[in-house]
């Protein structure tokens, strides 16, 4: 009943606003066919998936004093995924009222899938700045472990959803000076216990960006610190947050931390190389699947203690790009390698395809997980 009373509002506000405001109008979108073919060598089982996307982009611009924004995407599972997993859909949505997104058809081997995953409105004035529904908080430095992304925790290994999620909240932010500001997030909840909010000091010394952040995540108080600079002639990031849970009757280790350290540097022919480490002080054991099939948040990125993160970009030609990363779960014994190719077929028409292998050896007997991904988007 909320989510029928939220999209009619939307829809009520939308075209009233262009009837009665001065706005400016924006439209814009992809279509995405993505297929991936997925086989572990400990149940022998091969499952193929089948993705249509539609995503669409609607904004309303009052001005120069602020918008209203909407993105939905339209996702139709088919196949054999579908009727062996017949949780396909769910396991990327929430069960929360504020959550627009249901099933809207569901048959053996196809589900249409509706995601309201932006719907916000900002508002401007002066160095102040505000923004009021889902959306995206972007408090992070790091290229593929984010410690400080509290919020809305994405994979960086998530080829189908580059956009990455949102939150329902409430963001206030005021400029110091161009490279400085405040920011306050407050996220909805429907009781204190998963109640959260955080404060953000964004600021620049000696050519670097610092954020420090401080507040209570769900039922835990949580700080953080971050950086970004130059160091010789590549790109230095880092990013560190701790947690504390603070509930009397928790028995479990009421301390987590979370550390990631980076570097980038681009050659003069073209050539893009990147490491990263992370730490996770007190990892959640999750399998290579289940990793991909879990809620993401912050605190399970991983399911070891130690990780390893080494990546290259390099255009073969202008239209052709080849890009490998590799991650070493060090005291997980696990390998993972990432090996693709993206042409740009026409300016708003691009296919990759990629093959993911994770070598498992920390059973009795080493697993393979193998999934070769293709995707062709044309954008409008």
């Given at each position: ?28 979108g992809h279509l995405k066919d993505l297929r991936y073919f997925s086989l572990d060598t400990r ?197 560190l947050s701790y947690f504390y849970r603070y509930p009397r009757d928790f028995a479990g280790n ?127």
């Amino acid at each position: 009943m909320k989510k029928r009373f939220i999209l009619s509002f939307l829809f009520f506000s939308f075209f009233t606003s262009s009837l009665f405001c001065q706005v400016a109008f924006d439209f814009k979108g992809h279509l995405k066919d993505l297929r991936y073919f997925s086989l572990d060598t400990r149940s022998e089982q091969a499952i193929l998936e089948n993705q249509l996307e539609n995503r669409l982009e609607f904004a309303l611009f009052f001005q120069e004093w602020g918008s209203l924004v909407l993105q939905a995407r339209n996702i139709f599972f088919y196949g054999e995924r579908v009727f062996a997993f017949p949780n396909v859909a769910g396991l990327k949505s929430l069960d929360h009222p504020l959550d627009l997104n249901w099933n809207v058809v569901e048959y053996d081997y196809l589900v249409y899938h509706l995601d309201i995953d932006r719907l916000y409105f900002d508002f401007s004035w002066g160095n102040f700045f505000s923004r009021l529904g889902k959306q995206r908080i972007n408090w992070s430095f790091a290229n593929v472990w984010n410690p400080l992304d509290w919020f809305n925790a994405a994979s960086f290994f998530n080829l189908n959803y580059p956009e990455k999620p949102g939150t329902n909240a409430l963001l206030l932010r005021y400029f110091l000076n161009p490279t400085s500001s405040l920011e306050l997030v407050v996220e909805y909840s429907e009781s204190w216990a998963d109640f959260s909010s955080a404060f953000n000091a964004v600021f620049n010394l000696s050519g670097y960006d610092f954020e420090i952040l401080f507040g209570k995540l769900d039922e835990e108080v949580a700080g953080g610190f971050g950086w970004n600079g130059g160091l010789g002639d590549g790109g230095f990031k880092g990013e560190l947050s701790y947690f504390y849970r603070y509930p009397r009757d928790f028995a479990g280790n009421r301390h987590l931390i979370l550390l990631s350290v980076g570097y980038d540097y681009t050659f003069s022919f073209s050539l893009s190389l990147q490491a990263e480490f992370f730490y996770h002080s007190n990892p959640r054991e999750l399998s290579p699947l289940e990793l991909l099939t879990t809620k993401l948040s912050v605190k399970n990125l991983v399911s070891n203690h130690y990780s390893l993160f080494f990546g290259l970009s390099y255009p073969i030609i202008p239209l052709i790009v080849y890009n490998f990363n590799f991650v070493w779960a060090v005291d997980a014994n696990q390998l993972s390698f990432n090996d693709g190719l993206t042409f740009s077929i026409l300016d708003n028409l691009d296919f990759q395809l990629t093959y993911q292998l994770t070598i498992d050896v920390s059973q009795r007997e080493t697993i393979f997980y193998n999934r070769i991904y293709s995707i062709f988007q044309w954008n409008f």
